[in-house]
Each structure stands twice: as structure tokens, then as C-alpha cells.
């Protein structure tokens, strides 16, 4: 927690590393595991009111002022911004964004060597480009979160997200087999998946996915894999029993590899967070629904 705070700027939000510049992400991932963790930090205040900074009148948040098209952290924004009426114009913004907000899509034809289905819509990381699983994910979360769990564009997201699981389980960034050949999934892809799929469906409409998370989770060494990973094996009550030993390997990993910027280490201390709420640990939508009012 202190390495977090002191990635704190002293004109409110956080950096990705000291000496760099304030981050719309490094803040919302900050915002969310101070949340979490002590609901009345001093800190949360500012941070909360340095993101309206980045959020442009037509309610997305960018990466930057100067690439106003990267406007992936809006989700994360409206997750951060959750449980404070003093930014609820904020968020609101931030919700009609999104449900107004897709990627680009496309009706395949018999000739495309992609397997999944392009005219599903979801979101993208960046304006005019194709919907991928982590924005995606993240975007169900956040209307979830704000009560639009059965709106349409969440139902079209999830069947998207469905539609990208690969056939042996698990998820990669988007896509399933290029020329017929089955890609290989990543952990903080199907993690992501998983956390936003959470309280939808079945479990078994996503067993493979989470058996293959299962068997992963051991080996993640990273803080974004490892992360992810445990939040989406916690979101079905999956929570590995040495998940706080894998927290604390990953953690004790700066110290060769250097200090994690603010959102790796924001979203592996939210994980580990979710694990010390012990077996019935909340899913990631409802961390959010229980965080109390902040007013300040």
C-alpha cells in the first residue's frame, strides 16, 4: 500500500511511476484497490476529482489529452467514480458513453480467415478499430455495476465475449482460429473474460475456461496475469488456496524486475483483496456495489 500511495501526485490522481506524468488508468486502478482496502483514504478524494480532468464533454476518459481516441479507461472510470455522489454527473457521462460506444464490426464472409463471429459488437481499446475481450470485459463490468447488467449493449457483450472462447477453453486477446488453427489463450485475457461473464450464465457454459485458469494460476509470475487471473477464479467463488502466496511471490518479484507501475500493482492488490474476503469472496461487480458513499 505505501509503494501505491506514493505514486500519488501532489495535484490529486496517481502516476504509472514516480517522476511520470498522471495517468488516467494508474488512477482509476488506484482508486479501485484504496477502495477496497480503506474506503475513507484521504487520498481518494483528489484522485476521483483529478480523473474528471481527463474525461472529455461527451462523457468518455482518455488515455491523454493527446490521444483522445485511446478511451479504453472509461469503464475503469465509472468503477472508480462508483459510490461518490459527489462525481455522479461523472459517471453518469461515463455510462451513456459506453452504451452509446462500440468498435468496429463487420459481417464475415466466406473467405475470412478469422474464426469468430467480427459483427458481434463490444469495445475497443482505441476509436474505429475492432471490439476485444479485456475493453469488453471491462465495459460489462462497469454497466453491471451501474444497473445495466440486462441492458442490450451488455447482452451483445456478452455474447461477444462467448462467441471469442476458445474452443479448448480459455481466451486470448479477441480471437479464436486464424486459417484454421487455434490460438492459444492467455491468463489475463480469460480472467478478464471471466470476471465479466460472472453471475451471467452457467458455469458450465465456461468450465473449460476455468479449468484452464485453474491449472494456470501457479505459474503466473506477472502482476497483470496474476491479477487478472485471480479475479476472475474469485468472481466464481474459485479462489486457489495459496492464492495469497502467489500475491506475495509476485510482489517479491520488484525486487529483481524493479517496482510495478500503478495499475499492475492497483489490480494485483484489488485480487489480493478479493482473496482475504475468504471462500465466498464477492465477485468483482458487487467489490464495487459495496463500497460506501465517499463525500467530500
Not at 477496497?36 to 489529452?65: E, F, K, W
Not at 463490444?122 to 478499430?129: E, L, S, V
Amino acid at each position: 500500500m505505501k509503494l501505491l500511495e506514493s505514486r500519488a501526485s501532489p495535484e490529486g490522481g496517481f502516476l504509472a511511476r514516480s517522476g511520470e506524468p498522471f495517468r488516467s488508468d494508474a488512477t482509476a486502478w488506484a482508486i479501485l484497490a484504496l477502495s477496497r482496502l480503506a474506503p475513507a483514504h484521504p487520498l481518494l478524494g483528489p484522485a476521483r476529482d483529478r480523473l474528471t480532468t481527463a474525461q472529455d464533454p461527451d462523457g468518455r476518459v482518455s488515455m491523454s489529452r493527446e490521444h483522445e481516441e485511446a478511451f479504453w479507461p472509461t469503464a475503469l472510470s465509472v468503477l472508480a467514480w462508483n459510490g461518490s455522489q459527489v462525481h455522479e454527473s461523472h459517471r453518469s457521462r461515463g455510462v451513456l458513453f459506453l452504451l452509446k460506444t462500440t468498435g468496429h464490426h463487420w459481417r464475415k464472409g466466406p473467405d475470412d480467415p478469422i474464426g469468430h463471429d467480427p459483427s458481434v459488437p463490444g469495445w475497443p481499446w482505441i476509436d474505429g478499430t475492432h471490439s476485444w475481450i479485456e475493453p469488453t470485459a471491462l465495459a460489462v463490468l462497469a454497466l453491471q455495476v451501474e444497473g445495466h447488467g440486462q441492458h442490450d449493449r451488455v447482452r451483445e457483450a456478452i455474447r461477444m465475449i462467448l462467441d471469442r472462447q476458445l474452443p479448448h477453453g480459455g481466451w486470448n486477446y479477441g480471437n479464436t482460429l486464424v486459417f484454421g488453427r487455434e490460438l492459444h489463450p492467455m491468463p489475463e485475457s480469460t480472467g478478464a473474460a471471466l470476471a465479466g461473464l460472472a453471475g451471467q450464465l452457467e458455469q458450465g457454459t465456461v468450465s473449460r475456461s476455468l479449468d484452464y485458469l485453474q491449472g494456470e494460476v501457479d505459474r503466473l509470475r506477472t502482476p497483470v496475469s496474476l491479477g487478472w487471473a485471480l479475479l476472475g477464479l474469485a468472481a466464481w467463488d474459485l479462489w486457489p488456496s495459496k492464492g495469497m502466496v502467489l500475491v506475495e511471490r509476485c510482489l517479491a518479484n520488484q525486487v529483481r524486475y524493479g517496482e510495478y507501475d500503478t495499475s499492475a500493482l492497483g489490480l494485483l492488490l484489488l485480487a489480493a483483496l478479493e482473496g482475504e474476503a475468504g471462500a465466498k469472496s464477492t465477485v468483482f461487480p458487487r467489490v464495487m456495489h459495496h463500497l460506501p458513499e465517499i463525500r467530500h
